[in-house]
């Protein structure tokens, strides 16, 4: 009995029923939409009381696709889509017509500093090693589109690692920019969904300069923080002057809706090192985190 073979399944794989199926003869049961898969079905699985389990698939999908690729944690980077690099922010002007455009082109253009702060930042927190389970940790995730998020994936291109690109579909045309790791490029159609996988895997973040949806996304991980229902990351804000011109936060304490102890959930900072120095700062008050970094 040494040499008996016990067969691992017995059942096919669902591909490869999935292939048998094609090759079925046609008659008008097997031509009627019922008689697909369900798994192949795509009308069924779009209709409106699949939603949940859409839900489920887009959870599902970009959770393996991260663990397949060993990755246990990720730094991640929001800000607007609209700061233009600095090597192309003249050109930004030079199509600006009128003087409101020119005032918001110039505006634009005196934040594209911050292009090179996220590439820079995003070059250093990619290079930090694995563990010793070989697991990776503070991979660079951006929502994948351009500007800020570009800089952060060209940030981790420039010293040779992977980066994540969470993107969303958007009723005017758009596409993932080249720098992100194309098997680790990601696509969405539930915001709700790509919001809980920027911060599942989250152990610090930097939010640049940006409008609705860079507020959207900060605000979310603010309230997550206040109310206890996440443990706290680092949470670096970059461009003091932007925030607090944007944003009153003394305003909503003096006001008594935020409380003071609130004010330190993030911090103020201008810089790579400046950013990655409050993260190392943070992980060597908190050893009970398990996130050690020289």
Same mark, same amino acid.
């Given at each position: 009995?040494? +040499?008996?073979?016990?067969?691992?399944?017995?059942?096919?794989?669902?591909?490869?029923?999935? &292939?048998?199926?094609?090759?079925?003869?046609?008659?008008?049961?097997?031509?009627?939409?019922?008689?697909?898969?369900?798994?192949? %079905?795509? +009308?069924?699985?779009? !209709? *409106?009381?699949?939603?949940?389990?859409?839900?489920?698939?887009?959870?599902? /999908?970009?959770?393996?696709?991260?663990?397949? $690729?060993?990755?246990?944690?990720?730094?991640?980077?929001?800000?607007?889509?609209? =700061?233009? &690099?600095? $090597? /192309? @922010?003249?050109?930004?002007? %030079?199509?600006?017509?009128?003087?409101?455009?020119? !005032?918001?082109?110039?505006?634009?253009?005196?934040?594209?500093?911050?292009? +090179?702060?996220? !590439?820079?930042? $995003?070059?250093?927190?990619?290079q930090f090693?694995?563990?010793? *389970?070989? /697991?990776?940790?503070?991979?660079?995730?951006?929502?994948?589109?351009?500007? =800020?998020?570009? @800089? @952060?994936?060209?940030?981790?291109? %420039?010293?040779g690692?992977e980066?994540?690109?969470?993107?969303?579909?958007?009723?005017?045309?758009?596409?993932?920019?080249?720098?992100?790791?194309?098997?680790?490029?990601?696509?969405?159609?539930?915001?709700?969904?790509? /919001?809980?996988?920027?911060?599942?895997?989250?152990?610090?973040?930097? @939010?640049?300069?940006?409008?609705?949806?860079?507020?959207?996304?900060?605000?979310?991980?603010?309230?997550?923080?206040?109310?206890?229902? #996440?443990?706290?990351?680092?949470?670096?804000?970059?461009?003091?002057?932007?925030?607090?011109?944007?944003?009153?936060?003394? $305003?909503?304490?003096e006001?008594?809706v935020?409380?003071?102890? %609130?004010?330190? #959930?993030?911090?103020?900072?201008?810089?790579?090192?400046?950013?990655?120095?409050?993260?190392?700062?943070?992980?060597?008050?908190?050893?009970?985190?398990?996130?050690?970094?020289?």
């Amino acid at each position: 009995m040494s +040499d008996t073979h016990v067969p691992s399944r017995v059942f096919p794989r669902a591909r490869q029923d999935a &292939e048998t199926a094609k090759t079925g003869i046609s008659t008008p049961q097997t031509e009627n939409p019922a008689y697909k898969l369900a798994f192949q %079905d795509l +009308d069924f699985l779009l !209709r *409106e009381d699949l939603r949940p389990v859409r839900f489920q698939l887009e959870l599902l /999908k970009t959770q393996l696709v991260l663990d397949e $690729a060993n990755i246990a944690s990720t730094f991640v980077f929001y800000g607007s889509a609209r =700061i233009p &690099e600095p $090597a /192309k @922010a003249q050109a930004l002007r %030079d199509l600006a017509v009128g003087e409101e455009a020119i !005032r918001i082109a110039d505006s634009l253009i005196a934040k594209s500093k911050y292009y +090179d702060v996220a !590439r820079e930042l $995003a070059a250093k927190v990619s290079q930090f090693p694995r563990d010793t *389970e070989g /697991k990776r940790h503070f991979v660079v995730c951006s929502g994948g589109g351009p500007s =800020i998020m570009e @800089a @952060a994936n060209r940030g981790a291109a %420039d010293v040779g690692q992977e980066s994540i690109g969470l993107n969303i579909v958007l009723p005017h045309e758009q596409a993932p920019n080249p720098y992100v790791t194309p098997s680790l490029s990601v696509q969405f159609h539930y915001f709700a969904l790509r /919001k809980m996988h920027f911060l599942l895997h989250a152990r610090a973040l930097a @939010a640049f300069p940006g409008g609705f949806g860079t507020f959207d996304e900060l605000f979310e991980l603010l309230t997550l923080i206040q109310t206890g229902k #996440i443990a706290p990351i680092p949470v670096l804000l970059y461009g003091r002057d932007f925030w607090n011109r944007v944003v009153n936060f003394e $305003a909503l304490v003096e006001e008594g809706v935020v409380s003071p102890r %609130d004010m330190n #959930i993030f911090k103020f900072v201008e810089t790579a090192e400046e950013g990655w120095q409050v993260v190392r700062d943070f992980y060597r008050e908190r050893p009970e985190t398990g996130v050690v970094l020289d």
